[in-house]
Nanobody, 123 residues
Framework: QVQLVESGGGSVQAGGSLRLSCVVS????????LAWFRQAPGMEREGVAS????????TYTDSVKGRFTISKDNTKNTLYLQMNSLKPEDTAMYYC????????????????WGQGTQVTVSS
């Protein structure tokens, strides 16, 4: 059973940056997808970015393209989300997740989830 533990959240002003980390425990398969999701109060959880570990192929939701970068350090089994030019609308609980569907940002394609880390962006 894969386990994921996020860290790196916090409070920043608009225009600032944060880097989220997610330590991924042992995964039995060599090809899988890791992703970041977020959920704002009163809103549905949405996919932010994903990376397919076998190829490094990445996918982003439109609202973060050019501002966020997803990456994985295989030597540390850690997934990252570098967030630049943050906006108040980026405020949410951020979750990392693991699944098997290539380039997916659909919740249903992910079976393992972390507990989340809070990101708050003030104007």
């Amino acid at each position: 059973q894969v386990q994921l533990v996020e860290s790196g959240g916090g409070s920043v002003q608009a225009g600032g940056s944060l880097r989220l980390s997610c330590v991924v425990s042992h995964h039995a398969h060599s090809r899988y997808c890791l992703a970041w999701f977020r959920q704002a109060p009163g809103m549905e959880r949405e996919g932010v970015a994903s990376v397919y570990t076998a190829t490094g192929y990445t996918t982003y939701t439109d609202s973060v393209k050019g501002r966020f970068t997803i990456s994985k350090d295989n030597t540390k089994n850690t997934l990252y989300l570098q967030m630049n030019s943050l906006k108040p609308e980026d405020t949410a609980m951020y979750y990392c997740a693991a699944g098997y569907r290539y380039a997916s940002l659909r919740i249903a394609d992910y079976g393992a989830w972390g507990q989340g880390t809070q990101v708050t962006v003030s104007s």
